[in-house]
């Protein structure tokens, strides 16, 4: 069963960026989607970005062209590089297989965006 270690969340004033990593304890090559998702203060899970084996993306509508999803298969790694942040990206952030899979869900990597 594949574990992933989310990372590299933070304080970042608006405007800033952050790059998270998801480290996997096992392939992700099988894998076919890798996303990630994101929970912020009193909302629920929400889907942020995905990416396919075939390296094909989609976003959020309220991220797009700020957030880059990208994957590492041989570094069994995922990333999300985050630009020009907004105080509504402040959420706990999580990766997970896309669609996600219950046993999959880590301890995910705050990020807090304020000045």
């Known amino acids: 069963q594949v574990q992933f270690v989310e990372s590299g969340g933070g304080l970042v004033q608006p405007g800033g960026s952050l790059r998270l990593s998801c480290a996997a304890s096992?392939?992700?090559?099988?894998?076919?989607?890798m996303g990630w998702y994101r929970q912020p203060p009193g909302k629920q899970r929400e889907l942020v970005a995905r990416?396919?084996?075939?390296?094909?993306?989609n976003y959020a509508d309220s991220v797009k062209g700020r957030f880059t999803i990208s994957r590492d298969n041989a570094k069994n790694t995922v990333y999300l590089q985050m630009n020009n942040l907004k105080p509504e990206d402040t959420a706990v952030y999580y990766c997970?297989?896309?669609?996600?899979?219950?046993?999959?869900w880590g301890q995910g990597t705050q990020v807090t965006v304020s000045s």
């Open positions: 997970n297989a896309w669609p996600s899979q219950s046993d999959y």
């Open positions: 096992g392939s992700i090559f099988s894998i076919y989607g």
């Open positions: 990416i396919t084996n075939g390296r094909g993306t």
